[in-house]
C-alpha cells in the first residue's frame, strides 16, 4: 500500500485531498511496520503539522478503515490502534472437514487486522500466513443429526436438545 494508493482510492470515492488528509495517510505510510493509536500518530504528526487537531487524525483514521486502507485492531481491552493494510500478505485459509474430508475456503476478512497484530507482536514483516480450520461441516453435521444417533458415528455426540441452532454458514453458495 504506497501513499498514491491511498490518494487514489480517497479521489475515487470523491473525497477532497486536504492537507490533514494527506498528512494523516503520510503518517500511516511512514508508520507502516507498526501499530499505533490516534494519539501517537497525533502527538508524530504535530512535528510537521502543529496545526493539525486530534480530532481531525481520529476522523480521518475512521475514514481511512472505512475505505478499506487502514486496519483497526484491539486486542482485548488494549486501545484501539490502527495500521496500514498490509495487502503483500498472502492469507490462506482452509476449512477442513474431519468428517469427510471436504476442503472448503474460508473467507474472513477479520483475519487480516489479526495478522497486523502478529506482526506488530513478532516483529515479523509477515509474508503468508496459513489458517487451517478443523470441525465438522454443515453437510456431515446435517446427517449426523438426522440419522438420529444410531451406530457410530465421527464427531463429538451430542446431547439431544443441547445442539446449537443451526446456523446458516457464510459463504454457502445454493448449492443444493
Ligand atoms: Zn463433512
Same mark, same amino acid.
Given at each position: 500500500?504506497?501513499?498514491?494508493?491511498?490518494?487514489?482510492?480517497?479521489?475515487?470515492?470523491?473525497?477532497?485531498?486536504?492537507?490533514?488528509?494527506?498528512?494523516?495517510?503520510?503518517?500511516?505510510?511512514?508508520?507502516?511496520?507498526?501499530? !499505533?493509536? &490516534?494519539? =501517537? @500518530?497525533?502527538?508524530?504528526? $504535530?512535528?510537521?503539522?502543529?496545526?493539525? +487537531?486530534?480530532?481531525?487524525?481520529?476522523?480521518?483514521?475512521?475514514?481511512?478503515?472505512?475505505?478499506?486502507?487502514?486496519?483497526?485492531?484491539?486486542?482485548?481491552?488494549?486501545?484501539?490502534?490502527?495500521?496500514?493494510?498490509?495487502?503483500?500478505?498472502?492469507?490462506?485459509?482452509?476449512?477442513?472437514?474431519?468428517?469427510?474430508?471436504?476442503?472448503?475456503? !474460508?473467507? &474472513?476478512? =477479520? @483475519?487480516?487486522?489479526?495478522? $497486523?497484530?502478529?506482526?506488530?507482536?513478532? +516483529?515479523?514483516?509477515?509474508?503468508?500466513?496459513?489458517?487451517?480450520?478443523?470441525?465438522?461441516?454443515?453437510?456431515?453435521?446435517?446427517?449426523?443429526?438426522?440419522?438420529?444417533?444410531?451406530?457410530?458415528?465421527?464427531?463429538?455426540?451430542?446431547?439431544?436438545?443441547?445442539?446449537?441452532?443451526?446456523?446458516?454458514?457464510?459463504?454457502?453458495?445454493?448449492?443444493?
Amino acid at each position: 500500500m504506497t501513499i498514491r494508493r491511498i490518494l487514489e482510492t480517497l479521489a475515487q470515492h470523491d473525497y477532497r485531498l486536504t492537507w490533514q488528509r494527506w498528512a494523516v495517510a503520510a503518517g500511516v505510510v511512514l508508520n507502516q511496520d507498526r501499530l !499505533l493509536t &490516534a494519539e =501517537e @500518530l497525533y502527538s508524530q504528526l $504535530k512535528k510537521d503539522y502543529p496545526d493539525i +487537531g486530534l480530532a481531525t487524525v481520529y476522523r480521518t483514521l475512521d475514514l481511512l478503515v472505512e475505505l478499506g486502507l487502514v486496519d483497526r485492531v484491539q486486542v482485548g481491552d488494549g486501545p484501539t490502534k490502527y495500521g496500514l493494510r498490509n495487502t503483500n500478505v498472502e492469507v490462506r485459509q482452509q476449512l477442513v472437514c474431519e468428517c469427510c474430508g471436504e476442503v472448503a475456503p !474460508l473467507d &474472513a476478512k =477479520e @483475519l487480516e487486522p489479526l495478522c $497486523k497484530h502478529l506482526s506488530h507482536l513478532s +516483529g515479523y514483516q509477515i509474508s503468508e500466513i496459513e489458517i487451517k480450520v478443523t470441525g465438522i461441516c454443515p453437510r456431515c453435521k446435517a446427517a449426523a443429526s438426522h440419522d438420529g444417533g444410531s451406530g457410530p458415528r465421527p464427531g463429538p455426540s451430542l446431547a439431544p436438545g443441547s445442539e446449537p441452532p443451526a446456523r446458516k454458514a457464510a459463504g454457502e453458495s445454493g448449492e443444493r
